[in-house]
């Protein structure tokens, strides 16, 4: 079965930097959410979509923004990047307000 | 608000003993409750979860969780563990129908042979 699909799987990015996050939900999932995993913590939830629009928001940053696209895939923008954002990088998907999320692999982000 | 607290951080269990990682929940309203197991440098795995109804549920590779809403608990067992269950356990709690999942801090469950 088709699963949530994360790129890059690794991004290594010097402080000040800019990075991009992606993600391709299961086919027919409509609805997109984002963790954040930072070294030996429980994941923290950023935001979340459902049909293209924002559902709710956790501690994003200011620095950062999402966005849901038309084909419901979804990008996680981080500017002014910051040691402190080094962490492994979740995104879930969901059929409608379905309970159940599905996770992909995760993007590892390493600021140097 | 709703928040989850695992206990125990740590559990070492030896192969073919019981494995209990605890859970308890904090919430509001009806909880849904998770559990997910995290392997290393791997993304989040669903395991079980309870949403209503029957208060014992099963999950993929011989889990089971009791929902016990007089102790706000959601305790993970498995009769017998096997070295490939080694791995993080997380036990999250939902806002909602389709809200963010608040997770515990992880139980890292280890197992000897």
């Known amino acids: 079965a088709a699963g949530v699909i994360q790129s890059p799987r690794h991004l290594i990015k010097e402080k000040r930097e800019t990075a991009t996050l992606k993600c391709y939900p299961i086919p027919r999932h409509d609805t997109v959410y984002w963790y954040q995993q930072g070294p030996g913590q429980d994941p923290q939830f950023l935001i979340s979509f459902y049909e293209k629009m924002q559902s709710d928001k956790g501690s994003i940053p200011d620095r950062f923004s999402a966005q849901q696209f038309s084909d419901y895939h979804s990008e996680l923008n981080m500017s002014s990047l910051e040691l402190g954002d080094s962490a492994l990088y979740f995104c879930?998907?969901?059929?409608?307000?379905?309970?159940?999320?599905?996770f992909g692999p995760g993007t590892r982000l390493l600021v140097l | 608000a709703q928040s989850v607290t695992q206990l125990g951080s740590h559990v070492s269990v030896s192969e073919g003993a019981l494995v209990l990682l605890r859970c308890n929940y904090s919430s509001s309203v009806p909880p849904y409750l998770f559990w997910y197991v995290q392997y290393p440098n791997q993304g989040l795995q669903l395991l079980l979860k309870y949403t209503t109804g029957a208060t014992l549920v099963k999950g993929i590779n011989g889990f089971e969780a009791e929902f016990k809403k007089s102790e706000t608990s959601f305790h993970l067992t498995k009769p017998s563990a096997h070295m490939s269950d080694a791995a993080e356990y997380f036990c999250?709690?939902?806002?909602?129908?389709?809200?963010?999942?608040?997770f515990g801090q992880g139980t890292e469950l280890s197992v000897k042979p």
């Open positions: 879930a998907s969901s059929a409608g307000k379905e309970e159940t999320q599905y």
């Open positions: 999250a709690v939902s806002v909602g129908l389709g809200g963010k999942l608040i």
